[in-house]
Structures are given as C-alpha cells and as structure tokens.
C-alpha cells in the first residue's frame, strides 16, 4: 500500500514520502502527515528476534513507501552502524517495574542521533529519486541537541550545506562546545540573541518566504528541514518504540500482545508524536505520559484544552525541553480535529497572531491516550538522586524529568502497567546539573572536572562525543539577533 503525506494545514497537497523528506515543512506552513498510518504486523515473535536495523527495515517499509527495499536497506545500514557505541543501537535499562531505553549511544549522545544519522542519507536518496539537483541548504533551529546531531549527520555530505541556529547562554556548556567546535566545510553555526521558540518562528517564517525561495532557486539551491518537523526524522523515530517492546518480550518482561505505557520527556513533541503513531500502528500502549519541565505549556493544554505560550520562557537545567511552541502538536491537532486542514490552520494562526488556542470538547476526546504532568527543578534534581542512591543508575536531567512524572503518573493512577521511559540524552550532556543533583558540594568545580567526577560516580565511560571536545578548537563565534538570521544566511550563502 502506497502512503502519501499531505499537509495539516490544506487540502489540496499530497506528496510521496520522499518528497516530503526532501521539502520538511509544506509549502503552505503546515506539517506533512502520513494520508493513513498503515498496520504493522503484530507478530511480536518475529520483532523479539530481530535486530534494530531489521526492525527499522520492516517499520521504515511501512511508511516510507516510495523507497525501494534497497534504498532503505542501504540508508539504515549506512546509519545504524559504529558511530553508535553498542552494537544494538539502543537498550533497555531496569529498575523498578521501569525500563530505561537508553537514545543516547549515538555520536552526540541524545537521542537526536537516533534519527539525524539516518535523515541525511534518506534526504540524498530522496533527491537523488526525484531528480533534484539543486543544493540542499538544511535550516535549523536547536534546542541544544538536534544541532550538533544534524550537523555530526551532514558534514560533509556532499550537496548539502547545513545551518544550525542555537540560542546563546540557553543551552548547557558541554552542548555549546559540542556546537562551536564542529568540523566539516558545509556547516555553519549562529548563537541567536534569544530562546529556542524564537530561533524556531524565525526559521519556520524562511521556509515560506517567496523572496528567499526565489532567490535560493536562483542559485541553484532550495531549504530543507533537520527539526522534527520533518518525517524523516519522525519515521526513524517510530522504530525504536518498536524494538523496545521486542527486547521486553524476548527478556520475559512482558508477554506478546501485552500493554505497556511510555513515558517521554518532552519538548517539541517530536519524540511522544512517534510513540503515539508506534500506538496507532498497532504496538500494544496504554497510556503516553508527556512529561515537561516547568515550561509546561503541554501539561496546561492536556488539562484544559487551552494551548496558551504566553507565559514566561524558563531555562531550566533541561534545555532541549525548554520549548513554549511544541511544533508537532500540530500533528496531533490535525488529527483530533478529524483530519481538517481548515480547522488546524485556523488554530495555528490564532497561536501565532495571540499566542493562544483552543480546541472543542470533541477534539478533547481525543487526547485520552496521552497524560501530562511536569516536574520542577527540584523535583528534577531528586529524582536523579533518588534513581541514583536506590539503583546506582544515573540519569540525565531531561531523562530525570520523564522518570519523576512518569512516578507522578502511577501515584495518580495506580497503573502499574509496565513503563518504558525515554532516556534521551547521556548524563555526560549534562554534567554539572547531574553531578550537582548527587553531590552538591561539588558545585565549584569546572565543567570538565564535574565530568570526571561523573566517571566516578557512574563507574561508565566518559563516551568519545566528550573526549572529542576537551582540546577541540573552536570554529564558529557568529551571534546575531533572531532578526537578522535570514540576512546571516544569505551572507553565508553568498546568494
Ligand atoms: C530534543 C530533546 C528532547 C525533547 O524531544 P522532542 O522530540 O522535541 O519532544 C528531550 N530530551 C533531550 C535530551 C532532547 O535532546
């Protein structure tokens, strides 16, 4: 069955899978989605016994139709291989009825790597199937993590250039550093005066400038997306929901066909979107626990049905979830909102021009497979003691975030459902605020320091993305206002 993807935002657009790749947002502002989400199998005996890339060769087919076997066989191959520093690519870590599922063994250690090492090789594969010839230019807002990973994805990937935008001071020093030192003669890096929303509008306001696509089209070159906004970077995201569930069955933890919950830390809502479409898919969930830290816009929504931004940006020890805009949600809205492109667009427009929405009681309806709830700072800060002390396991801030909901979540329900909690960065990323959490006395000590006190602490070891930055130079100072992004891009350009 062929899958084509339209926007939420008209009627009118359909596109291939590699098409929608290949462009990332629609022309018309909105996001593409999948016309139908197709049935996976369920036969959780064969998905035990397969290894991550057959499982992302088998959910990929489903979805990313207009690629042949091949091409995808050869994109998942290229992708899933030594950069990741276990050879399953991703596994599961227990504690108490809870299992961990460590994203982060990619290069740059978050869970970004698990579908930004994949996206550059569908993204050439995909023009390569539509006959464009034009340079991709990959525009990117960061919250801190998808920036170096995209770019750790497409350095030097021959027709692309790639443009990370990252805000300064919002990000934590060990993602800075990671940023600013990156190689490769096609990246490029911009600290913006300003938070990651604002990068983001900025980026999403380029997209859908004609001036700006005519005068790209003039240089034989055109956009695409990097952000999650883009399905190929959803797609490959799906797929370790999947194979999460396998390992389970095949350990013994739960029998085949049983439900499970998924706890996500949150931000854009890319990683919670693709757990909820693993769920339409047919992998067996209960609920999906979104969890926020105190930017938390989305728990508010859950409650009331009100999406309201206008409140105050909070940087918080979890800086890839400090996010008042989650982009994805618009998926999601699309498809509560019975798949009227009308009625999303006349929501998207109402946050953008007040900042606020609100849906129907109907449309409310259909948020019942999601629960959402928030941990403060220092309820972050506990929960990586607690998991520390009770487990010796060390978890990093935004990891901590979903792990003391996800604790809320069962204290408010009493379901004990088996939980999968998205452990989506290495506590290396996030060094201070994790060695702070446990050792509070250490707070004095520098940056790198606090990284060997982690290794004590830990007893795992300090990955290459670490050791790779401590004598790295540094490469890129460029800030400038939100503003003027589109004007340091031409310049980069030389359009
Ligand atoms: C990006 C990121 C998140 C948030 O994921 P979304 O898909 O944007 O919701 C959470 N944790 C870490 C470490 C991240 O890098």
Not at 198 to 215: G, L, P
Not at 461 to 479: F, G, M, N, Q, Y
Request: proline share 4%; net charge negative; hydrophobic share 40%.
């Amino acid at each position: 069955m062929q899958i084509m993807y339209r926007s939420t935002r008209s009627p009118e657009l359909k596109v291939t899978a590699s098409q929608a790749v290949l462009q990332g947002l629609a022309p018309d502002g909105g996001l593409f989605v999948p016309e139908k989400l197709p049935r996976y199998p369920q036969d959780w005996e064969v998905l035990s016994a397969q290894s991550y890339q057959e499982t992302a060769l088998q959910v990929m087919r489903l979805l990313l139709t207009d690629y042949t076997e091949e091409e995808l066989r050869n994109c998942i191959d290229r992708a899933y291989d030594s950069k990741f520093d276990i050879p399953q690519i991703t596994c599961l870590k227990e504690t108490d009825g809870v299992w961990y599922l460590e994203l982060f063994h990619g290069a740059t250690i978050a869970f970004k790597d698990m579908a930004l090492s994949i996206l550059p090789h569908l993204m050439t594969t995909a023009a390569a199937k539509n006959g464009v010839t034009d340079e991709i230019v990959i525009l990117t807002a960061t919250s801190g993590d998808t920036g170096k990973a995209a770019m750790a994805g497409f350095a030097d990937v021959p027709g692309t250039r790639i443009i990370v935008f990252y805000p300064k001071g919002g990000v934590s020093a060990v993602q800075e550093r990671q940023m600013v030192t990156q190689r490769g003669a096609n990246v490029h890096v911009v600290g913006i005066n300003g938070n990651f929303d604002d990068a983001q509008s900025a980026v999403k306001r380029i997209f859908s400038d004609e001036q700006m696509k005519k005068q790209m089209a003039g240089a034989g070159k055109r956009f695409s997306s990097a952000n999650s906004i883009n399905i190929g970077r959803l797609v490959p995201q799906i797929v370790y929901y999947f194979y999460a569930y396998g390992q389970l069955v095949k350990d013994g933890k739960v029998k085949a066909g049983d439900v499970i919950n998924i706890t996500v830390p949150t931000g854009n809502f890319g990683n919670i979107l693709a757990a909820y479409y693993a769920k339409q898919m047919g992998l067996p969930v209960r609920k999906l626990v979104c969890a926020s830290n105190e930017n938390k816009v989305l728990v508010d929504f859950f409650r009331t049905g009100a999406y309201d931004r206008n409140r105050s940006f909070i940087l918080t020890s979890s800086p890839s979830m400090d996010i008042l805009i989650s982009s994805n949600l618009e998926r999601l809205i699309y498809q509560i909102a019975g798949e009227d492109p009308q009625v999303t667009k006349k929501l998207m427009e109402s946050l953008i021009s007040s900042g606020v929405y609100c849906i129907t009681d109907s449309m409310k309806d259909g948020l019942k497979d999601f629960y959402g709830n928030y941990a403060t700072e220092s309820e972050t800060a506990e929960e990586i003691a607690r998991v520390y002390n009770t487990f010796g396991y060390v978890i990093d801030t935004h990891t901590a975030v979903a792990s003391r909901v996800c604790r809320k979540y069962q204290a408010d329900t009493g379901d004990h459902t088996p939980m999968v909690t998205a452990s989506t960065a290495s506590p290396y990323k996030f060094a201070r605020s994790v060695v702070c959490a446990i050792r509070p006395e250490l707070q004095t000590k520098t940056d790198f320091e606090l990284i060997d006190e982690l290794y004590e602490i830990s007893g795992t070891a300090v990955p290459k993305a670490i050791e790779d930055i401590r004598s790295a130079p540094i490469l890129h100072r460029t800030v400038v206002d939100a503003a003027d992004m589109s004007a340091e891009i031409i310049r980069w350009l030389g359009i």
